[in-house]
């Protein structure tokens, strides 16, 4: 996989989930994306952004146009130090929630993306990352 | 404060989220809406969301939760204007708007919610 484009953006604030889901939108025009799918990779990194502010206490996310086979696409890496997931396969279930929302952050972001990785270590930090291809 | 306006019309309540709003905007919307549903003894809200480019489980809540609170203190909420792109993505992230009235624009929106009052009304 070849990476064309990266930025990255800290992930502290309800204002800085706002201006991610902005500078995703854009690279996502940038790259051709439909309207669906451009919605749908936004949408995944609110849920996302908004994981990393609530329940790591704040990180940064790495936004890249990637390349891979001559087809592109968008990979988001959304890191923090925060306390970690003690059951990742409890978290990614559909209604589990620590944070009083819907539950549907982690399992939802996995539904609206095509790549879906998540590494998580109690103490340490948290990093989910997810791909939607053109 | 950065606040949505709400509009009142007759006995309806009409707002229309134009903006990328943060979550705690979202909070101030649902605070604010309540209060002024007991305030102008509104018997229907109107939401209008054309502008939204996206409704995350947040905003999703959001909704489900003035729908719900709304209908506590006797009015009905209608959401109206959802973009087709927004409806597919809202579904495939496990969000069905359960207790939430849609229409597809404001015209639908207002007849149903005319209807709804009026079979209340009756009976």
Known sequence: ??????????????????AIRQAVRQRAVELGFNLVDQTKIVTAASELARNTV?????????????????????????EDEG????????????GFTTGG???LGLSGA???SNDFSIESTVGKGTRVTITRWR | M?????????EYLLVTIQVDMHDRLAMTLQDDLTARIVEARAK???IDISALEIVDSFIGRMLADIAAMSRVLDAETVVVGMRPAVAITLVE???????????????????????RIRERFSE
């Open chain 1, 101 to 103: 929302g819907l539950g």
């Open chain 2, 44 to 46: 229907g809200v109107l």
């Open chain 2, 93 to 115: 992230l496990g969000l069905s708007l359960t207790g939430v009235r849609t229409a597809l624009n404001v015209e639908r929106g207002m007849d149903l919610l005319r209807e």
């Open chain 1, 110 to 112: 996995r539904r609206l």
């Open chain 2, 2 to 10: 950065e606040r949505i306006p709400i509009l009142k019309m007759g």
């Open chain 1, 1 to 18: 996989m070849t990476v064309l484009l990266s930025d990255q953006r800290t992930v502290q604030s309800a204002e800085d989930v706002v």
């Open chain 1, 83 to 94: 306390p970690g997931i003690p059951n990742v396969e409890l978290a990614m279930k559909d």
């Open chain 1, 54 to 78: 609530q329940h790591g206490g704040g990180g940064r996310v790495t936004i890249e146009a990637v390349e891979d086979f001559g087809r592109r696409g968008i990979r988001l890496t959304f």
